[in-house]
């Protein structure tokens, strides 16, 4: 079955300090692949997509984000993290064959120390 | 600006209320609308997929006669949560997709339902 996996649930960093949060996909073929951010009580910005080609993608905020077909991964990144970045961010996937329907992975929750 | 409108961003009922949710595509239209709900710190659960003019497509364990959805026109879905008891209680988000992988989905800003 098509999933999502992000194996933090949360994470803490200080500012200014550099951030990777872990992304893997399931099912064999390559999805197309997104990570969303939520800050509380909103709803869902698009940070950045990878379909193929280049599989360091860059986004807004900052943010960037390697694809590895070896290990199914799609990690985001970031070089230095602000307080605003703190927040709800999710992976998602899509499958050509699942009609846009998008597969999100279970968020990972960003906490910024000062 | 938004390309999806989402209305009401908070609504706080009393138990045994049917409470309305409305999901606009601003500038586009969509055939299709997408309808997650959103737990306290959990990740977005697709609860129904409605399509404009049919019947819409529930996700296995969605109960159709408590969330009812409707799909009237190419640009408002509506989503109603019928005798709303404190357990519906949640962050419902709705989207409509693109129709391209580039973009999948627009996503409204989420209506936050509280039932006393």
């Known amino acids: 079955a098509q999933s999502v996996t992000q194996p933090d649930i949360h994470i803490t960093v200080s500012e200014g300090a550099s951030l990777e949060l872990r992304c893997n996909y399931s099912y064999g073929a390559t999805p197309y692949l997104f990570w969303y951010v939520q800050s509380p009580g909103q709803g869902l910005q698009l940070l950045l997509k990878?379909?193929?080609?280049?599989?360091l993608v860059q986004g807004i905020k900052g943010f960037e984000a390697e694809f590895k077909r070896s290990q199914s991964s799609f990690n985001l990144r970031k070089p230095s993290v602000h307080w605003s970045d703190a927040a709800e961010y999710f992976c998602a996937a899509l499958w050509m064959d699942s009609s846009y329907k998008l597969i999100f992975g279970s968020g990972t929750r960003l906490l910024v120390r000062p | 600006g938004a390309v999806v409108s989402q209305h009401p961003s908070w609504v706080i009922c009393k138990s045994g209320t049917s409470v309305k949710i409305e999901c606009r595509s601003l500038d586009f239209q969509a055939t299709t609308m997408f309808w997650y709900r959103q737990f306290p710190k959990q990740s977005l659960m697709l609860m129904a997929t409605s399509n404009e003019g049919s019947k819409a497509t529930y996700e296995q364990g969605v109960e159709k006669d408590k969330f009812l959805i409707n799909h009237a026109s190419l640009t408002l879905s509506t989503l109603t949560v019928t005798s709303a008891h404190p357990e519906d209680s949640s962050f419902y988000i709705c989207?409509?997709?693109?129709?391209?992988?580039?973009?999948?989905?627009?996503f409204g800003d989420g209506t936050r339902l509280s039932i006393l």
């Open positions: 989207s409509a997709p693109t129709g391209t992988a580039s973009q999948p989905q627009h």
């Open positions: 990878y379909f193929s080609g280049d599989t």
